[in-house]
């Protein structure tokens, strides 16, 4: 049967990012097929475990998606796995609501699986016991099965650590991880640098492998739950759509829900991925979509690539079905401009992206679709959210949009949703969910359109 394992930690930045892909690396080299989740509204951390696992990585958040959208989605890519990695975000109690509910307690107590609590040790000995025994105190219904000790500073603290622990708690400490310069990954504005712009990501993930064998107890890991999760599988596609869509993918572009991927091959449509900074053509396809990213650190090399940009521009111009989010929406504006430096990009949308120091929009929002939007025709309130440094300056004042933003700051704080020929790019990162089925809508939007040129 397979195991399932929820990392939380005290607080954020207690390292359990590291120790999510060490042991989903580790583990993987057993070898066992190991399935990653993670909690709420992230790119970055996905693209980091789906690298140390070998599988893409799947979000679940108490936001958008229901419980029983949740227990669905981790059962149906759990149960064909011999371990489920969950790694939480912030601290084991932290949500949004004071009174919980939507918190990494909430999620593990949804999915009945246990909580190894991951300790940032640093400048802590004998008080590390009445943290770990007040938060196993906090929640009774919840089930903390261990804890790893993080950035222990040596044998003589480690000791005195486990003795501590031992000795005021029936909890057992599963591993004990050195402070190590080794297991940093740098951190940007948005937090932890992308796996798929740092190519010595492969480097680290082995590292943080070895040293997480070397130091955590993993036979105790995978021995800690064992439960029969119900097998689900995708439903077939609609192989007859015959439908085809480019998809930016590159150290530029890289922030797409694996689920969201996932629905447009099970409703039958091609997804073929190109390079925003090699390529210099869209493959032949029938509609485009360019995530969010980080476009911001390969400026040079996005406004050199002329061709591309010319031919993104004149697709988009000429009515193909397109679908741009935050970083793709800055990348089809007329040009993006960092410390000073400006440079040229696509120049769809007639407005210059600026890039700020402090976040502009960062956080849950909520949306209202008007009557303009092509291919959403649902009146009912869109939960997603936003991450975003930059905005749009010199945008024209008859601009139209298919959002009016009810929660969050969008493009001008009121709306969201440039609409522009058959081009929707938003600064709100959409996921697909039962209250919102954006890419059903879109793929049905790309069949009507290309029916009618037909």
């Known amino acids: 049967m397979p195991s399932s394992i929820y990392i939380s930690a005290a607080h954020k930045s207690s390292g359990k990012t590291v120790v999510s892909l060490g042991l989903c690396a580790a ?63 912030k601290g084991l109690f932290d949500g949004v609501n004071v009174t919980g509910g939507d918190a990494n307690a909430d999620l593990a107590k949804l999915l009945d699986i246990p909580v190894l609590l991951v300790v940032d040790a640093s400048g802590i000995t004998r008080g590390v016991a009445p943290l770990v025994s007040g938060y196993q105190a906090f929640d009774k219904d919840l089930n903390i099965a261990g804890v790893i000790l993080n950035k222990v500073a040596g044998d003589r603290h480690e000791s005195k650590l486990i003795q501590a622990i031992e000795h005021y708690t029936d909890i057992p400490v599963m591993g004990s991880i050195r402070r190590s310069k080794d297991l940093i990954i740098d951190e940007r504005h948005l937090g932890l640098v992308p796996a798929n712009e740092t190519p010595e990501s492969k480097t680290f993930i082995d590292i943080a492998a070895r040293q997480i064998s070397d130091q955590v107890d993993l036979n105790k890991i995978i021995g800690i739950n064992q439960h029969s999760a119900k097998q689900t599988k995708l439903s077939p596609g609609v192989k007859d759509n015959n439908l085809s869509v480019a998809i930016a993918k590159d150290s530029a572009f890289g922030f797409y829900y694996q689920d969201d991927l996932d629905k447009f091959i099970q409703l039958g449509v ?154 929707v790019a938003t600064y709100t990162h959409l996921r697909n969910v039962a209250g919102n089925q954006w890419v059903e809508q879109f793929v049905n939007f790309i069949k009507t359109t290309k029916d009618k040129s037909s």
């Open 27 to 89: 583990l993987k080299q057993q070898p066992l097929k190991v399935q990653s989740f993670k909690k709420g509204p992230d790119y970055i951390d996905p693209i980091w475990l789906s690298q140390a696992s070998g599988n893409p990585c799947y979000n679940l958040d108490f936001y958008n998606m229901t419980n029983n959208e949740i227990l669905q989605l981790y059962a149906q890519y759990s149960s064909s796995s011999d371990i489920s990695i969950i790694e939480g975000n």
């Open 270 to 423: 091609e997804i073929k991925y190109f390079n925003a900074l090699e390529d210099d053509s869209l493959p032949d396809v029938d509609a485009l979509f360019i995530g969010g990213g980080f476009p911001e650190m390969k400026l040079k090399e996005l406004s050199v690539n002329k061709s591309l940009l010319a031919d993104v521009k004149a697709k988009i111009e000429s009515g193909m079905p397109s679908y741009a989010e935050c970083g793709g929406l800055m990348y089809l504006s007329n040009s993006i401009t960092q410390s000073d430096n400006t440079y040229s990009m696509a120049g769809v949308i007639d407005a210059d992206a600026v890039m700020n120091k402090k976040p502009i929009g960062r956080g849950y929002v909520q949306l209202e679709p008007t009557e303009k939007h092509p291919w959403n025709n649902v009146s009912n309130c869109i939960y997603a959210h936003e991450f975003h440094y930059s905005k749009l300056e010199n945008l024209d004042s008859n601009t139209q949009y298919v959002f009016k933003v009810l929660r969050g700051v969008g493009v001008d704080n009121m709306q969201d949703g440039i609409l522009i020929h058959n081009l």
